[in-house]
């Protein structure tokens, strides 16, 4: 892929806002369970990376998926995996939906404030029962008239306290399995609408994650996104977008905690010499690297798949494929960098252990390793049965 100026001042731009208005406030997020989206968003509006393939129409930027990649690998080095993974859930969770599908009424009512960051938005689809099986949710909204009747619960949901709009999947006819659901913009303060409790996570601990509950809640059959019967198609390519950002950004914190551990075991002596002069240390770090640079160079061609406009089932392969190798070396990579700071990198005062305690999250959220093989084995024709 190649990078104009015009990529670079973009990083630039991204990665001074990282170094001035996250990392050195990321400790007092990670004390308190959450960073203040309200006031974080409007910063990052203001270089462009909450709407950067929206329209220019509803204040987008109108660039290609490319900028895309440059945002989440700058992103990627922030220092706490909970701020790095809300930022994506405004970007590439909440919003690509209603970017694509939306009327422009909602897109004027609800996306360019969250463009803006004057709104903060959540992906309302997982469910106590339903968690990877998007399937199996059992939200439902029932039509009355023109006004959706939403009755259900939502849990592990980012952004859930401070949020001022979902994109929720519920159940919008009887019909079984991915069949009848549909994308609903719900604004929380909508009567009917709580949460439940905000959840003590291992990891990630800056952002908030909420259940949330619909008793009898009204909103206009309006703010459906999309078509009617249509959700669970349109949050499988939704998917997609967040799979692709998460492997982005996990790629380049991986290559910073790897950075960060050289430098460490340049420095740090043990029986006479630093560790970085123990040829075993020098060649498990060089495999990582390698590891690494490889996943680095394969986001940098889905990206380029996705510019270019690539078939829909190729970048769902190379997504999937992209987060289960993301998911799996980023584990490995924490645990290096935990064993080579010795018992400094279990302290909670060194960042290893809040690396160690976040990455364990990618392998599960936005569907699991299994299910990425799954997905991949069925788009191999393995299973013997269609994606």
């Known amino acids: 892929m190649q990078f104009t100026d015009e990529h670079e001042q973009f990083r630039h731009s991204v990665r001074e ?14 004390e308190s369970g959450m960073f203040p989206a309200h006031e974080l968003f409007p910063k990052l509006a203001a270089v462009g990376i909450l709407g950067l393939e929206y329209d220019e129409e509803f204040g987008g930027a109108g660039a290609d998926h490319s900028f895309t990649l440059v945002y989440g690998e700058e992103v990627g080095r922030c220092t706490a995996g909970g701020v790095a ?18 009327t422009t009424e909602l897109k004027e009512r609800f996306l360019r ?18 968690g990877s099986d998007v399937a199996a949710i059992r939200t439902r909204a029932i039509r009355d008239g023109d006004e959706w009747v939403i009755n259900g619960t939502k849990l592990y949901i980012t952004n859930g306290t401070q949020a001022d709009w979902l994109c929720l999947l519920a159940r919008t006819s009887d019909e079984g399995g991915s069949r009848g659901m549909s994308q609903i913009v719900v604004p929380t303060d909508t009567p009917g609408f709580s949460v439940s409790r905000k959840l003590d996570k291992l990891g990630q601990r800056s952002s908030d994650t909420a259940e949330l509950s619909f008793v009898d809640m009204r909103v206009p059959v309006d ?16 998917f997609q977008n967040e799979r692709l950002i998460a492997n982005y950004m996990s790629c380049a914190n991986m290559r910073h905690a790897l950075d960060r ?5 340049k ?19 060089a495999e990582l690297i390698a590891e690494v640079d490889l996943l680095h160079e394969y986001n940098r061609a889905c990206a380029e798949t ?5 078939d829909a089932l190729t970048i769902a392969k190379m997504a999937s494929i992209g987060k289960l190798k993301a998911g799996r070396l980023n584990r490995e990579v924490a645990d290096l960098a935990m064993q080579f700071h010795g018992g400094i990198g279990y302290m909670e005062e060194t ?28 788009l191999e024709g393995i299973s013997g049965s269609k994606a």
């Open 17 to 30: 806002l990282v170094e001035r208005e996250i990392n050195p406030h990321v400790d007092a997020w990670e």
């Open 85 to 102: 993974m809300a930022i994506s859930v405004q970007t590439d969770m909440a919003t690509p939906a209603l970017a694509t599908f939306g």
């Open 113 to 130: 404030p969250a463009i803006a960051g004057h709104h903060v938005a959540a992906i309302a689809v997982t469910e106590p029962d339903a």
């Open 223 to 238: 703010n459906t996104i999309g078509t009617i019967g249509q959700g669970f198609q349109q949050q499988m390519a939704q």
């Open 261 to 265: 551990t050289i430098s460490y075991v």
């Open 267 to 285: 420095e740090r002596k043990a029986f006479g010499k630093t560790l970085a002069d123990q040829q075993w240390i020098q060649y498990k770090l």
């Open 306 to 310: 996705v510019v270019h406009a690539g």
């Open 351 to 378: 960042w290893t252990a809040r690396y160690y305690r976040d990455s364990r999250l990618l392998s599960i959220g936005g569907g699991a390793d299994e299910v990425m093989l799954r997905i991949i084995a069925q």
